[in-house]
């Protein structure tokens, strides 16, 4: 997913959880329903994540400095991390607490009309976000599984928005289903019950989401398309005998950082290589733009 169609559907669910969020807390202080007040934390943590989002990919686009000489281009991933943590700490925790108090102490739901009312439009709101996110991941994902997409993507927001508006819509089942039973049956325990059901299912969210981008905060590398793409046009010029090291390293979705080891002609003089370093430089990035440090070393290939 380029980086360009990840700002559109963070910015595309930011404002379908501002709106959400709104209804849902004035829902929530209107009928005291304890799964509502969740969905309602659950989609204010969403609209904070989504802003935090929007500032790591503005970040993560500033220019080389002379402090930053790489750029700045992990700031996403660093941000992406701290969503993560959000969505476990304060959007799973604070539901699974608000659940146990209202089992503790169940209290009747008041005009729960008005509940239905707004998870329904909440359904419609996060729907659209969700199928905006989803077409967009769908399209880049290609071929590749699911988990094996998120798993390999090297751009957070895409897949975070994602996981993020699937596990709202859940969540407004979970809603819907525990204020139902706790009006049908006439026991508010249920409400409590759905809280709680909301609180794990972002906290297995969070865990997904914070292994991934820890994962690409830590350092990946590109995928093998791209290695071998460099590796097969570096052995195909003229001059160079051999191209048998490359390592690389994504800084961004849109920044990678290879270096590459390359045997050249023996009978090649310093100038020529000189010259043939800058040559190959130039071909390997107008392929691959998203290279935006590279560097090549003469080494001899190991016998």
């Known amino acids: 997913m380029s980086g360009a169609s990840s700002k559109v559907v963070v910015i595309v669910a930011l404002a379908a959880n501002l709106l959400v969020t709104l209804t849902k807390f004035a829902a929530a202080l209107f009928t005291g329903s304890s799964a509502m007040l969740s969905e309602a934390v659950h989609s204010l943590v969403d609209s904070g994540n ?3 989002l929007l500032y790591g990919q503005h970040r993560a686009a500033l220019p080389p400095d002379e402090l930053h000489p790489l750029g700045h281009g992990r700031e996403l991933y660093f941000w992406s991390f701290i969503v993560a943590l959000l969505i476990f700490a304060v959007g799973s925790g604070l539901s699974i ?3 146990i108090a209202h089992i503790l102490a169940p209290e009747p739901i008041s005009s729960s ?6 998870l329904g439009a909440a359904f419609l709101f996060e729907g659209s976000s969700w ?11 290609g071929a590749l599984g699911w988990m094996e997409a998120i798993e390999k993507s090297k751009d957070p927001p895409g897949f975070i928005v994602l996981l993020e508006d699937s596990a709202d819509l859940i969540g407004l089942v979970f809603a819907f289903a525990g204020i ?6 006439h026991m508010p325990i249920f409400d409590g019950i759905a809280s709680i059901g909301i609180g794990l299912l972002l906290g297995g969210v969070a865990i997904i989401l914070a292994r991934e981008s820890k994962n690409l905060l830590i350092g990946e590398s590109a995928d093998a398309g791209t290695v071998t793409a460099i590796l097969d046009m570096a052995r195909s010029t003229a001059g160079v005998t051999s191209a048998h090291t490359l390592f690389t390293i994504h800084l961004a979705p849109d920044q ?16 020529d290589v000189e010259s043939l370093v800058e040559k190959l430089e130039h071909r390997i990035r107008a392929a691959q733009p998203r290279i935006t440090t590279l560097l090549i070393k003469p080494a001899r290939r190991s016998m």
């Open 180 to 185: 139902l039973a706790s009006e049908m049956l």
């Open 256 to 271: 990678i950082v290879a270096a590459l080891g390359v045997d050249f002609d023996d009978s090649l003089g310093a100038g």
């Open 113 to 118: 009309y008005v509940n239905y009312i707004v």
């Open 97 to 99: 607490y608000e659940g």
């Open 50 to 52: 989504e802003a935090l």
């Open 131 to 141: 199928i905006v996110a989803f077409r967009a991941f769908r399209e880049a994902k």
